[in-house]
Nanobody, 121 residues
Framework: QVQLVESGGGLVQPGGTLRLSCVAS????????AAWYRQAPGNQREWVAS???????NYAGFAKGRFTISRDNAKKTVYLQMNHLKPEDTAVYYC???????????????WGQGTQVTVSS
């Protein structure tokens, strides 16, 4: 059974930084793709960034130049480094991983439980 556990959220002042982590527990072959999403109160969940194994990272417009998605496959962990945070970045952030349990088999989608990020002075 694969589970995702997120951490790293919290309260930060505008202009501050946070690094979110998403650890995948359990036994599996690989993380095919990784992404972060966020959802602010009253808003729909929106895509933030994606990391495709062996490919380029992609970012939503609001995240370009400020956020960086990365992964450590040995640690089964995906990160979202967030710099120059703004009040409008306040939201619950979710990691979304497509994990292949066995080589040659289709991947399955998993979601983290979410971690709250609040940017306020």
């Amino acid at each position: 059974q694969v589970q995702l556990v997120e951490s790293g959220g919290g309260l930060v002042q505008p202009g501050g930084t946070l690094r979110l982590s998403c650890v995948a527990s359990g036994t599996f072959y690989n993380i095919a793709t990784a992404a972060w999403y966020r959802q602010a109160p009253g808003n729909q969940r929106e895509w933030v960034a994606s990391d495709v194994s062996g490919g380029a990272n992609n970012y939503a417009g609001f995240a370009k130049g400020r956020f960086t998605i990365s992964r450590d496959n040995a640690k089964k962990t995906v990160y979202l480094q967030m710099n120059h945070l703004k009040p409008e970045d306040t939201a619950v952030y979710y990691c979304n991983l497509n994990i292949r349990r066995h080589a040659g088999r289709p991947w399955k989608e998993y979601w983290g439980q979410g971690t709250q990020v609040t940017v306020s002075s």
